[in-house]
Nanobody, 119 residues
Framework: VQLVESGGGSVQAGGSLRLSCAAS????????MGWFRQAPGKEREGVAS???????SYANSVKGRFTISKDVAQNTLYLQMNNLKPEDTAMYYC??????????????WGQGTQVTVSS
């Protein structure tokens, strides 16, 4: 399984970015897919996930600002990030794991894409 993220960059607070994750798996199949982030000196945290039924979960810190979605025809996972804040600055990773529903375990990871939000 290969996951390749893109779309990171530098924006000012209040701006938007859309991250993409091209997957070598069928996103319509039984995989949980998610976005994680890790800021320097901090632990990695889950941002959003979507399971094979379409059920979505968000971290409280991004609810109402971030939207996770997947394009099954393109086998691509997206993370639309609006109203970005400096505290959203981190390396963002796409992850996937086999299974109908999401768990805490993700077996497959992308290389990450950097998001930097300036105040």
């Amino acid at each position: 399984v290969q996951l390749v993220e893109s779309g990171g960059g530098s924006v000012q607070a209040g701006g938007s970015l859309r991250l993409s994750c091209a997957a070598s798996i069928y996103t319509s199949s039984s995989y949980c897919m998610g976005w994680f982030r890790q800021a320097p000196g901090k632990e990695r945290e889950g941002v959003a996930s979507i399971d094979s039924t379409g059920s979505i979960s968000y971290a409280n810190s991004v609810k109402g600002r971030f939207t996770i979605s997947k394009d099954v025809a393109q086998n691509t996972l997206y993370l639309q990030m609006n109203n970005l804040k400096p505290e959203d600055t981190a390396m963002y990773y796409c992850a996937a794991d086999r299974g109908i529903y999401c768990s805490r375990h993700f077996a497959y990871w992308g290389q990450g894409t950097q998001v930097t939000v300036s105040s």
